[in-house]
């Protein structure tokens, strides 16, 4: 089953804008991870937080991670068309052993 | 650094044929996963090794699916006999090596389309 479910299941803003995407999810976690699919291709990794830290960058991404309302969120500074595509978050869990991909959010970026 | 290479990249079949798909992932990498994703759905995890090994298949169809992974580098994902519901993008990914703080690296996918 699912475990980490994004929020809202499709953005659609315009060039220069901020996007801001939202993962619940329901167990205990030791890292939370988010993934870019364009269109047709594979699932490209963005960033990986674990559990003990809170917030992290890479570039135009911010990521937070709050333990205690088990939700994470993903913000894209300064959009642009080619930031277009489905982003997935993904849980792990030590006990499982294996990464639970949640529902995805669709973002449109228009120029 | 080349990526994980997977074939065929689409493939329509009418249900109760079989299917295989082949990937091969990048060089050094211990774990290897296939994934279900379903049209509108994240990816679901089918089965993962760890070389030749199976480490889950927890939610692989075993009445239909079967996958191997002999030489623990290549592996081949069937189906058979597909089914409607089987309609779905089966993606590869490797790690280095199986915990859950690895990146996974997602090769394009296979689209299976059965009608």
């Known amino acids: 089953s699912q475990q980490g479910e994004e929020d809202p299941q499709a953005l659609s803003i315009q060039e220069g804008e901020n996007a801001t995407m939202n993962c619940s999810y329901k167990?205990?976690?030791?890292?939370l991870q988010w993934y870019r699919q364009n269109s047709g291709r594979g699932l490209v990794h963005l960033i990986l937080i674990r559990s003990n830290e809170r917030e992290k960058h890479s570039g135009r991404l911010r990521v937070t991670l709050d333990t205690s309302k088990k939700s994470s969120s993903l913000l894209i500074t300064a959009s642009r068309a080619a930031d277009t595509a489905s982003y997935f978050c993904?849980?792990?869990?030590?006990?499982?052993?294996?990464?639970?991909f949640g529902t995805g959010t669709r973002l449109l970026v228009s120029p | 650094e080349a990526g994980v290479a997977q074939s065929p990249r689409y493939k329509i079949i009418e249900k109760r044929q079989s299917v295989a798909f082949w990937c091969n992932p990048i060089?050094?990498?211990?774990?290897l996963y296939w994934y279900q994703q379903i049209l509108g759905q994240g990816p679901k995890l089918l089965i993962q090794?760890?070389?030749?090994?199976?480490?889950?298949d927890s939610q692989l169809p075993k009445d239909r699916f079967s996958a191997e992974r002999l030489k623990g580098v290549d592996s081949t994902l069937k189906i058979q006999p597909a089914k409607l519901e089987d309609s779905a993008v089966y993606l590869c990914?490797?790690?280095?090596?199986?915990?859950?703080?690895?990146?996974?690296?997602f090769g394009e996918g296979s689209w299976l389309t059965v009608v």
């Open positions: 990914a490797s790690s280095l090596g199986q915990g859950i703080g690895n990146t996974i690296y």
């Open positions: 090794f760890q070389n030749n090994g199976v480490v889950d």
């Open positions: 060089s050094g990498h211990a774990t």
């Open positions: 993904a849980t792990g869990n030590t006990g499982f052993q294996k990464l639970v």
């Open positions: 167990t205990s976690i030791n890292n």
